[in-house]
């Protein structure tokens, strides 16, 4: 029942955020297994900076409760509202408020010192696989797969993707990965490496997936990639090419 519930308000958040359009989907088992953890960092990725500026508009707050409810009824979501009430109440009002901002927007460090996310700064993950498919090709999806092995089991991190464009157009994206005992660890993303028909150029740069040669990189880290905060490094690296050809 618990399961049930974190994954229905996991549902609810994501639905109720302003998704921006990406290239890049996993398409491999889930990489994040536990829904509170996840929660917790799709919250964070969506709400902490707006919630850090809430509190430092309207100071001292007596309860997770009155905290929280009062920053739905501002930004009038009553999804975020319930997810931070039951975050809040691990640690207490003013607990939570001090790591809201110790994390300085780090939305992993951030779960991790509610806590809900497991630390693990003793893993290791090497990367034993790593190709986009098709090599060359028009545009269309290319398939991005990817194996990596660990000794010591991996902390709560994330995936990193990043494509380098012809047009030097920052195409990337990362994905939350489990905290997870040693093993061997496989999963598939796909690449849409056409132009999005809903871009809007005065939003920014549209990707147009240009012919020629693109490098996509990807990164497994323990924390966020490139984090200084504790329990944060890069755990392997690897690139692979392919080609379009019109």
Do not use: R
């Amino acid at each position: 029942m618990m399961k049930s519930l974190f994954a229905s308000l996991l549902a609810c958040l994501l639905l109720s955020g302003v998704m921006g359009h990406s290239y890049i989907t996993d398409v491999s088992t889930k990489l994040a297994d536990d829904d509170k953890c996840s929660l917790c960092v799709e919250f964070a990725e969506q709400a902490v900076d707006g919630l850090l500026q809430f509190i430092l508009q309207v100071g001292v707050v007596d309860s997770c409760g009155d905290l929280c409810q009062a920053f739905a009824d501002k930004i009038g979501n009553k999804a975020i509202g319930f997810v931070c009430t039951i975050l809040c109440d691990v640690v207490g009002v003013k607990e939570f408020v001090n790591i809201i901002q110790k994390a300085d927007l780090d939305p992993i460090y951030y779960c991790e010192l509610i806590p809900v996310c497991g630390v693990n700064d003793n893993g290791d993950a090497k990367f034993t696989t790593f190709d986009v498919s098709p090599k060359s090709g028009p545009q269309g999806v290319f398939q991005i797969a990817f194996e990596y092995v660990s000794k010591n089991g991996t902390g709560t991190g994330e995936i990193s993707l990043e494509c380098v464009t012809v047009d030097g157009i920052p195409v990337g994206d990362a994905f939350l990965h489990e905290l997870a005992p040693a093993g061997t660890y496989n999963g598939v993303f796909q690449l849409k490496a056409e132009p999005d028909p809903n871009c809007d150029p005065t939003q920014g740069p549209c990707e147009q997936w240009l012919p020629g040669d693109y490098t996509v990189k990807i990164a497994i880290c323990n924390g966020e990639c490139g984090s200084k905060h504790p329990h944060s490094q890069i755990y392997d690296e690897s690139s692979a090419t392919f080609t379009i050809t019109q």
